[in-house]
């Protein structure tokens, strides 16, 4: 089958690599253009795009595509069966949509409609979903809102991190998607009164609020692993939160209980197993306490 492929990141590379095992003729991928990275603000191409390169695959990077009625043209003119995007990042309009004869398809990583948006991995964990998974979607000109073909669950437990969920939702959508172009499964509408909205995320939704429930800061401490990370102050400097676990304890909230870095939340106590300052090395917390003592009674803020 000949297809355009249309994604960014990491997500979006199993699937590809899988479409061209799988025979089909790759016309060409679309991806966001490199753009300036690092303390040297060197130029960076995106996963797929280095992925594309890797397997001598044509590569596109339209700034947009709305607007741009030679950029949709030039997609027209790829005569394509189906084009398959996976979290591309740019809006794809109407005319590129109805151009493919299969349309386009995409890898969507919820079990829609719930979590439509930017962000579904995260939303699914920091709302304490049992079960997130990968959609197989029949593009049309809304957010996440077409026909569904293809589902597989994936149940969310509580050591689930958006790290190790991304890596198992990549390879479903990676089969699915060949399961999809193969079988011609029937669309089937998505119940627009359970949709919900998983909206883009900012490094300001990773700021621990110490009022929380230790529960409610568990969810957001693996919800934002890796991106954005959570945050608290700690003497006025930024400690970066990697990992976590349920503890004994109450107080007030923020304040450290003990001297293993157990925190008061306004529910329970979190302890922190994994802790990095700005700058330095991720550290386990008992190696971080050796250098930074934290006296019990230390508040932590935002």
């Known amino acids: 089958m000949r297809i355009a492929f249309m994604g960014s990141p990491n997500f979006a590379v199993p699937a590809l690599r899988a479409l061209l095992q799988a ?49 949709q043209a030039e997609f027209g003119a790829l005569h394509l069966d189906a084009a398959v995007v996976a979290a591309y990042g740019l809006i794809v309009p109407q005319a590129m949509l109805d151009a493919p004869k299969r349309g386009c398809l995409n890898i969507h990583s919820s079990l829609l409609p719930r979590w439509r948006g930017a962000a579904p991995i995260q939303a699914a964990i920091l709302a304490g979903d049992a079960e997130t998974g990968i959609t197989i979607m029949q593009m049309d000109a809304g957010l996440d809102t077409g026909p569904m073909l293809l589902r597989q669950g994936v149940p969310i437990t509580p050591e689930t991190t958006t790290a190790s969920l991304h890596d198992v939702l990549a390879t479903i959508g990676a089969k699915l998607i ?7 499964p029937p669309p089937v509408p998505q119940s627009e009164p359970d949709a919900t909205h998983a909206p883009k995320l900012s490094r300001e939704d990773g700021r621990i609020d110490w009022t929380k429930s230790a529960e409610i800061i568990d969810r957001q401490i693996r919800a934002f692993d890796p991106w954005p990370g959570t945050t608290t102050a700690l003497a006025g400097r930024p400690l970066k939160i990697l990992a976590a676990k349920a503890a004994d304890g109450s107080g007030a909230p923020g304040t450290v209980l003990d001297t293993t870095l157990t925190i008061a939340c306004g529910r329970h106590a979190i302890r922190l197993t994994r802790v990095q300052l700005p700058g330095r090395d991720a550290l386990d917390a008992e190696v971080f306490l050796r250098g930074h003592p934290v006296p019990p009674g230390t508040v932590l803020g935002r």
């Open 178 to 184: 060949l399961e999809a172009l193969s079988s011609l």
């Open 23 to 71: 025979g089909h003729d790759v016309a060409a991928v679309y991806c966001q253009p490199a753009r300036p990275a690092g303390r040297g603000q060197a130029m960076h191409r995106c996963p797929v795009h280095v992925a594309a390169d890797e397997m001598g695959l044509p590569v596109r990077t339209p700034a947009r595509l709305r607007g741009d009625p030679a950029a």
